[in-house]
């Protein structure tokens, strides 16, 4: 049972890491896109969504009940969805960034499925 727990300690703590680079990435974008003032607008709205991602992950995983660890984990869920339409828009307003903009399209889907299975997984587990 013990390599069991150590297993999911890596994992959260790994997955937690994956949601903070991920906002560190976005905030780097923006050196590239800030230059045109149509992106102001959606790149405040992106850094918003994005980091909301990790912050929510991190304070769902100090929650003191499962109802509330999958309130924050649905937050996270939502604020991914929200994400990819923010990069979405900037990857079709700004061809010369395609494939910094897909390669954080890509990343944002995979974690998006990560929390998704994490939320019904923890579901599936409870009794409400």
């Known amino acids: 049972m013990n ?4 297993r999911k300690n890596d994992f ?11 906002s560190i990435s976005v905030l780097k974008i923006e050196e590239f896109l800030r230059d045109k003032r149509s992106n102001w607008i959606l790149l405040d709205q ?11 992950i991190v304070e769902g995983g100090n929650s003191t009940s499962r109802r ?8 996270a869920l939502k604020s991914a969805s929200e ?3 923010w990069l979405a828009l900037l990857r079709e307003t700004n061809s010369n960034h395609k494939d910094k903009i897909n390669s954080l ?18 579901k599936s587990n409870s009794r409400f």
Not at 68 to 74: A, G, K, V, W
């Open 105 to 122: 399209i890509t990343e944002c889907t995979e974690i998006k499925k990560m929390i998704s299975t994490i939320v019904l997984n923890t």
């Open 68 to 75: 509330e660890f999958i309130n924050y984990f649905q937050i």
């Open 3 to 6: 390599a069991e727990l150590s």
């Open 46 to 56: 992106l850094i918003r969504s994005a980091t909301s991602i990790g912050a929510n």
């Open 83 to 85: 994400t990819l339409y």
């Open 12 to 22: 959260k703590q790994q997955f937690k890491k994956r949601c903070f680079n991920f």
